[in-house]
């Protein structure tokens, strides 16, 4: 079992930075990959990015490429999620997700099977 964690969300103005946070809890945190995906109302779960176990790969989708950054801290069991210039799209529920699948990055949240409770991300313009 994983537990996951995830904390930092807000109100920000556009243009804004805001780091999210996902602590993590069960399992051998280094072995299994975290990814960020984010939800707004009346739309899908989408992919924002995925970190290895190691932390030396990674993934991102393609519209956010720049912007976001992953990280993780493995001593810590914590991953995080950079966010700058935020942007009116960017509003959206940001959950962190771990699949167990070793050596996987994957974009698609099928593949993820546990989940945090999700953190709120609100851009005023």
């Known amino acids: 079992q994983v537990q996951l964690v995830e904390s930092g969300g807000g109100l920000v103005q556009a243009g804004d930075s805001l780091r999210l946070s996902c602590a993590a809890a069960g399992r051998t945190f280094s072995l299994y990959t975290l990814g960020w995906f984010r939800q707004a109302p009346g739309k899908e779960r989408e992919f924002v990015a995925a970190v290895s176990g190691s932390g030396a790969l990674t993934r991102y989708a393609d519209s956010l490429k720049g912007r976001f950054t992953i990280s993780r801290d493995n001593a810590k069991k914590t991953v995080y999620l950079q966010m700058n210039t935020l942007q009116p799209e960017d509003p959206a529920v940001y959950y962190c997700?771990?699949?167990?699948?070793?050596?996987?990055?994957?974009?698609?949240?099928?593949?993820?099977?546990?989940w945090g409770q999700g953190t709120q991300v609100t851009v005023s313009s």
């Open positions: 997700a771990a699949d167990l699948f070793l050596g996987s990055l994957r974009g698609s949240a099928e593949a993820y099977g546990y």
